[in-house]
């Protein structure tokens, strides 16, 4: 099974005869190419006109399978579609209007003179605003691409396509609007004065892919100075869904969190944020290991213990890794029992077979632990009860609702499955109601800078 893929369409004019198709897909894996969807566009007495989907490791690899194509007897490649770059061609995103406009009745009541009204009642009282316009429900996506998964330092121009993706499933699978905003700095302060100066358009505020510890500064400064949920998602997302994931493997194993050392390698933002969220949840001892002695010193504040990784190894029961470094845990410090989550893609720090050979009770990579089963229920439930902040109970409650909805044998379910969001939404709803956040976001209070 590969762990990454390149889809390529290829549209094919073949001769119509017996034992065309399967000279074609030996063509294919000859050269370790994977046939999939065969669609035909046309057939005639003579020729076929097909398009075939070729699943490929690299571009490099791609452009070999391709090559073979074009040897097969017959065979005519007359174009080459990438699915990947025609899906953004044009972009991801569409502003739309929820409004139907035919008659000029409409164009009065939507625009001048009527709109005069709503701009007044606003301006009286600037909450109505939440319920008048898009506000309730709209979140601003913010980055400047210093941190993308997988690519590093991009910069915020290429980082768009990622924050249009998450628009979609936020939009997909929620129906919030959400609007990428690229912020063109570096410097702490600026992002911060950016985001606060066009935050009151928003509903809620989403940090994306900012490098550390830019990240928690930003994070910090803005929920101190916004009264509106404000959430880094390469931190809380990823820390959620993590959760989820350990508490139906802890089901599974018959290991208990509250009663469990949990071992967090790797301190990064992710990191940091499981580390937290696992002692906030009530983990029994948190050890925390990584080759920044300051990343550790700031985690111990809040309870955590530094280690080394041998002792870590050693000592936790719950082992769980976010380095980016693939084969960083050797398989002979597996303890017997232990439950492991090495959550780096697309290389973890220890192979799921290696480790349950070496002794794990349990092991699953980072391949299912997608964001997308956390932050656009979140969110939702945020701007529903009209929360000022997304709390760590809130975020707990998340893990329970995502894990509750996982199939037996699964430790989180698919993101494409709506009944997910739905629980995520009622569950963190809820806890915000619980903690007594309801009806406290505001729109236009926004503490000055110190």
């Not at 439930?381 to 929360?387: F, I, K, P, R």
């Amino acid at each position: 099974m590969r762990k990454t893929s390149l889809d390529t369409v290829l549209r094919l004019k073949s001769k119509h005869r017996v034992g065309q198709l399967a000279r074609l897909a030996t063509a294919i894996a000859e050269q370790g190419g994977l046939l999939g969807d065969i669609t035909t566009l046309r057939g005639g007495e003579t020729d076929s006109l097909r398009e075939v989907t070729i699943e490929t490791d690299d571009e490099e690899h791609r452009d070999r399978v391709i090559e073979a194509v074009r040897k097969v007897d017959g065979v005519e490649v007359l174009d080459t579609i990438d699915r990947v770059f025609d899906l953004h061609r044009g972009g991801k995103l569409h502003s739309t209007s929820r409004i139907e406009l035919r008659h000029q009745r409409d164009l009065r009541y939507i625009y001048t003179p009527g709109v005069a009204r709503v701009a007044r009642a606003i301006e009286r009282e600037p909450e109505r605003a939440r319920h008048l316009t898009t506000i309730g429900n709209s979140v601003g996506i913010f980055t400047n691409g210093t941190r993308v998964l997988g690519l590093g330092n991009v910069g915020p121009l290429a980082s768009l396509p990622v924050m249009e993706g998450k628009a979609v499933l936020y939009d997909k699978f929620v129906g919030i609007s959400a609007t990428p905003i690229l912020v063109d700095t570096l410097d702490v302060n600026e992002f911060v004065e950016t985001v606060s100066r066009l935050s009151l358009t928003f509903g809620g505020i989403h940090l994306e892919d900012i490098r550390i510890p830019d990240c928690y500064r930003i994070e910090e400064a803005l929920i101190d100075r916004l009264e509106k949920p404000v959430m880094h998602d390469d931190q809380h997302g990823t820390a959620t869904v993590a959760l989820a994931a350990l508490l139906n493997a802890c089901k599974m194993t018959g290991v208990a969190i509250e009663k469990a050392r949990v071992g967090q390698i790797g301190l990064g933002a992710a990191g940091s944020a499981i580390a937290r969220l696992m002692m906030t949840y009530g983990a029994r001892d948190v050890l925390v290991c990584d080759k920044s002695e300051e990343s550790m010193q700031w985690l111990a504040k809040f309870g955590a213990r530094p280690v080394d990784l041998v002792t870590l190894m050693r000592e936790a029961d719950i082992v769980i890794a976010a380095t980016g470094r693939p084969g960083l845990i050797d398989p002979k410090l597996i303890r017997p029992g232990q439950v492991i989550f090495p959550l780096s893609n697309p290389d973890p720090e220890i192979e799921p077979a290696d480790a349950m050979a070496a002794g794990a009770a349990f092991c699953s990579d980072g391949r299912s632990i997608n964001n997308a089963l956390a932050f656009p229920g979140l969110f939702r439930a945020a701007l529903a009860v009209e929360s000022r902040a997304i709390t760590p109970g809130m975020r707990i409650a998340a893990a329970r609702a995502i894990a509750s909805c996982a199939e037996p044998g699964e430790v989180v379910p698919s993101p494409l499955l709506r009944n997910v969001h739905e629980a995520v939404v009622a569950a963190v709803s809820e806890a915000a109601r619980a903690e007594g956040l309801e009806s406290t976001a505001r729109l236009t209070r926004s503490r000055p800078s110190v």
